[in-house]
């Protein structure tokens, strides 16, 4: 209070209340209106409400306003709150200054009203203390009633597990009380055979109710024994449980056994209550695969002895082959008759009893460890034939156990059994198909490497034959080999496809290696090995090569047996799976196609170059018809063997192997480049023939200028050109009428029509005619 009655005083003079009304006088304007002193948006009067928030004030405005603005405006109001503070102080400033005087006695009063605040805080605090140690006594009092309970828990686990291991026990001791001893001896002495007594049926029904009996209390000790497991899971590291663990050990080996005993009765007597009694028992503790190993040491091991020789010397000595497909058939027989039993209880529905798997870890099991025993070699890709019929009786098998799956589930349950996976691990079919591999690829690289012959003894056999060479034949046997029940794999399909287009591609490579080389060098020694057939082969040979090469083609097209034979094996895929199969197949017969071209060249080139040895005789009439008057009266004798080559060739024994249409295009093909090559040395021999004439009438006629002759008596006389020209002219007739028998009309050739051109008489060029 004294501190406001003595305010420091203000740096400058306010000013007097005249002079302040003299500032609001002046702040008017011409019509008498006051003028504001703050923009329209800045309203000072909204800090002086209740609710005002600056933060909601300086975002409404800021949307149209610029902070600058804003703060600027504040500013002014600020310094004009400032002026107006002060001048209120100077207006009122000795009633600030008196007003010290007039608190006189505050003190006093201030005192009296103390006392009875400083009470209430004692009040208060005592209060406060008393609750807090009342709260603390009350969460001291929970933490001891939850620490209790938790004993409470625990005791009553322990006494429960102590309950539960004296009721096992309890259990067990009661079962030897049954008289299962006597009555299994009196089973066994009606399965002796021992039916004279009149007692016997009953005493075969009370062994009955025994085992059963037996087996419902066996099922409600493994309950018991399931309930305890689950204790002592929640109660481990404990002493009392520690101490309770031989006495749970001994409970346990007493179940098991007792469980075993029982178990193995009601196999031997087929009871399907006591089995299923015990098998659930086995669920109830977890214990499926002690149920599945003696299912198959009681039931399926004995059984699979009998099939199977388990002594491999025996096996060795000749006792038994290695051929599994008899085993199957008996273990089949015998799974059907002594196994089906317990695969329709553990099958059954609502059962809980889904969970055994005697297929894979029973039957399946013993089979496998009884082939690796008794038959190994069965197993061994090394016999492929062997291993393949194996393989083969071995998924029939599978199939035959999958078919005692209630659902597709429980096939796929089965399938991935570490059983199953053991025993296709039995069987390499990698390995196999490796063998084989070798066995069919290396068949044919040997045919190849061969010399091309054809099979046969004579040509009536080899008309009866679709393929003439063995190479051939032996591709196609190698292609039927890869798809044939005695080799085919289903699971390795798609290697035996790949070998296969391997096959179609080294014939083609054989093929077009040969023809490359003969082609080329021309019978050079230096040709690879594979071109040696085509070098060393006559040319009549190669209608067995076009004949083979077509009928080839012709099986592995699109309507020929090899793609569908192959479709029908895959039928089980999908339909774009055999799309592929079918494109790869005919994608790898184009190259062959491509051949086929190649292969009629051979042919041609062949007869041509017989053909150039007759038509080298034509250079002679040169020497014929020079310096001489003989005039030419018949055709030349060289022109009847310009055909004669390909004559034979077409009236060979062994033309018919070709098609019409080949025939068609060799004589047209050889035809075509004999006349070429007629036409090239007709034209040679003319072009000489009036060179050299040019130059003996230039010579001749300088001399007769020298001597003074006259130059006209050579004109009626017929030059040695023309003469050579016209027996020419007969020659080619003679070889149009040649053509002609063997169905080619000259007219359509190119180059005969040329030749025409070239020797026929200028009256005679525009009609040919012979």
């Known amino acids: ?66 902070l600058e603005s804003l703060a600027a405006e504040l500013r002014s109001h600020l310094a004009a709150l400032r002026a107006e503070l002060v001048g209120l102080i100077n207006r009122d400033y000795a009633d600030f200054v008196g007003l010290s005087a007039r608190l006189k006695g505050v003190d006093a009063a201030a005192a009296r009203m103390r006392a009875p605040l400083a009470d209430l805080r004692d009040k208060v605090a005592a209060f406060r203390a008393a609750a807090s140690a009342a709260l603390a006594a009350l969460r001291a009092g929970l933490e001891q009633r939850a620490a209790a309970t938790q004993a409470r828990e625990l005791l009553e686990l322990l006494l429960d597990t102590s309950h539960v291991v004296s ?23 009606v399965d002796k055979g021992y039916s004279g007594n009149d007692t016997t049926p009953s005493n075969v029904e009370a062994g009955t109710d025994v085992r059963e009996t037996q087996s419902i209390l066996l099922e409600r000790i493994a309950s018991e024994m ?46 399907a209550k006591v089995i299923y009694n015990c098998l659930r028992a086995y669920a109830a503790i977890d214990n499926t695969s002690s149920a599945e190993e003696l299912f198959r040491t009681t039931v399926v091991s004995p059984l699979i002895q009998k099939i199977v020789p388990q002594n491999y010397a025996k096996a060795v000595s000749g006792v038994s082959s290695d051929d599994l497909e008899d085993d199957y058939e008996q273990i089949m027989q015998c799974v059907e008759k002594d196994c089906k039993f317990i695969l329709e209880i553990s099958s059954s529905a609502n059962s809980g009893l889904h969970i055994f798997d005697f297929l894979a870890n029973s039957i399946l099991k013993e089979v496998h460890s009884a082939i690796m025993k008794g038959k190994p070699g069965a197993c061994s890709p ?21 078919g005692y799956c209630p659902s597709k589930s429980a096939v796929a349950k089965f399938r991935s059994e570490p059983a199953y996976t053991d025993f296709m691990r039995l069987w390499h079919v990698s390995v196999y198909f490796s063998l084989r591999f070798q066995e069919i690829a290396g068949g044919l690289d040997g045919a190849l490497t061969a010399t091309i012959s054809p099979v046969g003894v004579n040509e ?93 083609i012709g099986e592995l097209s699109e309507s020929g047996n090899f793609v569908g034979r192959v479709n029908q094996l895959l039928a089980s895929c999908p339909i774009e799976v055999l799309t592929l199969v079918k494109q790869s197949i005919l994608q790898a017969v184009e190259p062959l196609k491509e051949l086929l071209p190649s292969i009629m060249d051979a042919m041609i080139g062949v007869i041509v170059k017989r053909s150039n040895e007759d038509l080298k005789h034509l250079k002679g009439i040169t020497a014929t018809y020079r310096m001489t008057n003989k005039l030419p009266v018949r055709h030349s004798p060289y022109v009847s063997g310009i055909l004669h080559p390909l004559k034979v060739f077409l009236e060979g024994d062994r033309v018919h192997y070709l098609s019409e249409d080949d025939k068609t295009k ?79 009309d000259a007219k359509e050739i190119e180059s005969y029509r040329s030749l025409w051109q070239c020797v026929a008489p200028k009256d005679k060029q525009d009609i040919i005619q012979f």
Not at 16 to 30: E, N, S, T
Not at 42 to 51: I, K, S, T
Not at 171 to 186: Q, R, Y
Not at 391 to 398: D, E, H, M, N, Q
Request: with cysteine.
């Open 1 to 66: 209070m004294a501190d406001l009655a003595a305010p420091p005083r203000p740096a400058a003079a306010p000013q007097p209340p005249a002079a302040a009304a003299a500032a609001a006088a002046a702040a008017k304007d011409l019509f008498g209106e006051t003028i504001e002193a703050h923009p329209p948006w800045f309203r000072p009067e909204a800090f002086l409400r209740a609710g005002f928030d600056p933060d909601a004030y300086v975002a409404e405005l800021r949307s149209y306003v610029p």
């Open 167 to 189: 009721k096992v026990e309890k259990l067990i001791k009661e079962l030897p009380t049954a008289p299962s001893d006597s009555s299994d001896v009196e089973v066994r002495s």
């Open 226 to 271: 399931n309930r305890l497991k689950f204790y002592i899971s929640h109660a481990q590291n404990l002493p009392f449980i520690e101490n309770m663990e031989k006495r749970v050990q001994g409970a346990t080996k007493l179940l098991d056994g007792s469980l075993e005993r029982c178990f193995v009765v009601g196999l031997e007597h087929r009871d």
């Open 382 to 402: 090394g016999k492929p034939k062997d291993f393949l019929r194996n393989y083969k009786a071995s998924l029939k098998f599978l199939d035959f156990l999958e």
């Open 460 to 552: 009536n056999q080899m008309k009866q034959k679709t393929l003439l060479l063995k190479q051939s034949i032996k591709l196609l046997e190698s292609l039927q080999s890869c798809w044939s029940d005695d080799v085919l794999i289903f699971s390795q399909s798609d290697k035996f496809l790949r070998l296969s287009l391997q096959l179609i591609s080294r014939y083609t490579t054989w093929l077009s290696s040969g023809l490359a080389a003969r082609n080329a060098s021309d019978g050079s020694s230096s040709s690879p090995a594979d071109s040696e057939w085509a070098l060393s082969v006559p040319v009549e040979d190669f209608i067995y090569v076009m004949h083979d090469v077509n009928a080839v």
């Open 666 to 744: 060799l004589r047209r093909g050889s035809t075509d480049k004999i006349t070429a090559t007629y036409y090239d040395m007709v034209s040679e021999v003319v072009n000489v023939a009036r060179k050299t004439e040019s130059s003996l009438q230039r010579l001749r006629q300088g001399q007769q200028k020298r001597i003074g002759g006259s130059t006209d008596a050579s004109d009626n006389i017929i030059s040695d050109t023309d003469k050579i020209c016209m027996q020419l002219f007969l020659d080619i007739q003679e070889y149009a009428r040649n053509l002609r028998t063997l169905g080619i």
